[in-house]
């Protein structure tokens, strides 16, 4: 139930931000006309703000999906080292092998093998 609140949050909080940016030419004039500017100055900072609030919402995006993928990461690599308990080379190991697993994943999105990337998030 956690993960289905999150995922509200989530899409809730994209929408609304994308409402903003999307209509931001509707409200920051009126918002702006108080202040008693011009128009030009209103054109430039309304872009402005339209700009700022693009990135907003792709850098929130960005920034929940790299916590999605290192939290992934990280029980990954707990079940890994609970598989063996009280052998730490063999648990050396297996971080090794995850780095170098790693490694191929990504070379492998460079050449363009998405076989491998397809098996790593399944």
């Given at each position: 139930m956690n993960s289905q609140k999150d995922l509200a949050t989530f899409v809730g909080t994209i929408v609304v931000a994308a409402?903003?940016?999307?209509?931001?030419?509707?409200?920051v004039p009126m918002l702006l006309q108080f202040v008693g500017t011009n128009a030009q100055l209103i054109q430039g900072l309304t872009a402005l703000i339209q700009i700022?609030?693009?990135?907003?919402?792709?850098?929130?995006?960005?920034?929940?999906?790299?916590?999605?993928?290192?939290?992934?990461?990280?029980?990954?690599?707990?079940?890994t080292l609970s598989n063996h308990p009280g052998n730490q080379s063999n648990a050396t190991g297996n971080t090794a092998a995850q780095f170098v697993n790693q490694a191929d994943t990504i070379n492998g999105l460079t050449q363009g093998n998405n076989n491998q990337v397809n098996n790593n998030f399944k």
């Amino acid at each position: 139930m956690n993960s289905q609140k999150d995922l509200a949050t989530f899409v809730g909080t994209i929408v609304v931000a994308a409402a903003l940016a999307g209509s931001a030419n509707l409200w920051v004039p009126m918002l702006l006309q108080f202040v008693g500017t011009n128009a030009q100055l209103i054109q430039g900072l309304t872009a402005l703000i339209q700009i700022i609030l693009w990135f907003g919402i792709l850098l929130f995006f960005l920034l929940k999906l790299y916590f999605k993928i290192k939290s992934n990461s990280a029980s990954r690599s707990t079940d890994t080292l609970s598989n063996h308990p009280g052998n730490q080379s063999n648990a050396t190991g297996n971080t090794a092998a995850q780095f170098v697993n790693q490694a191929d994943t990504i070379n492998g999105l460079t050449q363009g093998n998405n076989n491998q990337v397809n098996n790593n998030f399944k």
